[in-house]
């Protein structure tokens, strides 16, 4: 149990560390001398534990540009279409069944996403 937590842990990190570096390499691209807001979209289907992602975040923006920024975070609910009804309708898991018909012949049109929606930087 103790290496999946680790495994876990050391996967939301990579994901901060590499939104960290994304944000500075795109401040430095225009002179900037720090960044004030970051805004950033995860999807709850994305394969990303929200909480560890939080904490792994704070601990990569120190000493960084990010440090004194403002992180804006919006968790995206997933949602499915159903192949067979066309029902459409909010996704718990990534194996849930359609409410309507019961048919698993699910596609996720939300939830995935895993994106830097917007950077402010100060000149």
Do not use: W
Request: glycine share 4%.
């Amino acid at each position: 149990m103790e290496k999946s937590t680790t495994f876990a842990q050391m996967h939301e990190l990579s994901i901060a560390q590499s939104i960290v570096a994304l944000a500075e390499e795109h401040a430095r691209r225009h002179q900037a001398l720090a960044i004030e807001e970051i805004e950033i979209e995860i999807g709850r289907m994305a394969g990303v534990e929200l909480q560890t992602f939080a904490f792994a975040l704070a601990c990569a923006v120190k000493n960084s540009m990010l440090e004194k920024a403002r992180i804006i975070r919006h968790d995206i609910d997933g949602e499915g279409r159903c192949a067979e009804c066309d029902d459409s309708f909010k996704v718990e898991t990534l194996l849930s069944p359609c409410p309507r018909c019961g048919s698993y012949a699910v596609q996720l049109t939300r939830g995935k996403e895993l994106r830097v929606k917007s950077i402010v930087i100060n000149k």
